[in-house]
T-cell receptor
Framework: DTGVSQDPRHKITKRGQNVTFRCDPISEHNRLYWYRQTLGQGPEFLTYFQNEAQLEKSRLLSDRFSAERPKGSFSTLEIQRTEQGDSAMYLC????????????????FGPGTRLTVL | GNSVTQMEGPVTLSEEAFLTINCTYTATGYPSLFWYVQYPGEGLQLLLKATKADDKGSNKGFEATYRKETTSFHLEKGSVQVSDSAVYFCALILYNQGGKLIFGQGTELSVKP
């Protein structure tokens, strides 16, 4: 069990550019979550997947944001035409399948990708 | 709506002092409750959890009891150490709403030797 990994750890971009982040969940975890955390605040939910299906998106996720989990394993979060307000830490978490006896209510977080939009 | 409110920080304590970080919640159903901790430069880690009323979660000397009557889940530790310095987040999950975590704003704890 290598934990949840995210890449890159840091990203600096100019306003208007597109960026893409990757998350690799713990293997055998079927649920994957994306959150955004700004300085001094708790993480806020963005979206989540059960296997490859995206089941919920927050109103925080504008049309410039898109997330995929094509094979039910890793996920990508893309932000198009970045704005300075997108600067934040983007967190990924995964959890086991409900009923698996592995603590399905526990989400395991990756280290995050810190995005800075200049 | 569903929300979590924590006491504001930063909280500064001397080593071996008693710690309480207050957390209250508002939820439309029956949530599970969590405390996560974020050490400097590290990711969020689960500290403890409780899944139903009157359950007590505990780990590393920290405790929290799920109080349905007061909608609270206060974090306590009898004797803090410098290594406990971190940001602590209270959170809830509602499984009938997709299982997403709803976090409080976090409370920064600084423990001085």
């Amino acid at each position: 069990d290598t934990g949840v990994s995210q890449d890159p750890r840091h990203k600096i971009t100019k306003r208007g550019q597109n960026v893409t982040f990757r998350c690799d969940p713990i293997s055998e975890h079927n649920r994957l979550y994306w959150y955004r955390q700004t300085l001094g605040q708790g993480p806020e939910f963005l979206t989540y997947f059960q296997n490859e299906a995206q089941l919920e998106k927050s109103r925080l996720l504008s049309d410039r944001f898109s997330a995929e989990r094509p094979k039910g394993s890793f996920s990508t979060l893309e932000i198009q035409r970045t704005e300075q307000g997108d600067s934040a830490m983007y967190l990924c978490a995964s959890s086991p399948k409900q009923g698996s006896g592995l603590g399905a209510d526990t989400q395991y977080f990756g280290p995050g990708t810190r995005l800075t939009v200049l | 709506g569903n929300s979590v409110t924590q006491m504001e920080g930063p909280v500064t304590l001397s080593e071996e002092a008693f710690l309480t970080i207050n957390c209250t919640y508002t939820a439309t159903g029956y949530p599970s409750l969590f405390w996560y901790v974020q050490y400097p430069g590290e990711g969020l880690q689960l500290l403890l959890k409780a899944t139903k009323a009157d359950d007590k979660g505990s780990n590393k000397g920290f405790e929290a009891t799920y109080r349905k009557e007061t909608t609270s889940f206060h974090l306590e530790k009898g004797s803090v150490q410098v290594s406990d310095s971190a940001v602590y987040f209270c959170a809830l999950i509602l499984y009938n709403q997709g299982g997403k975590l709803i976090f409080g704003q976090g409370t920064e704890l600084s423990v001085k030797p």
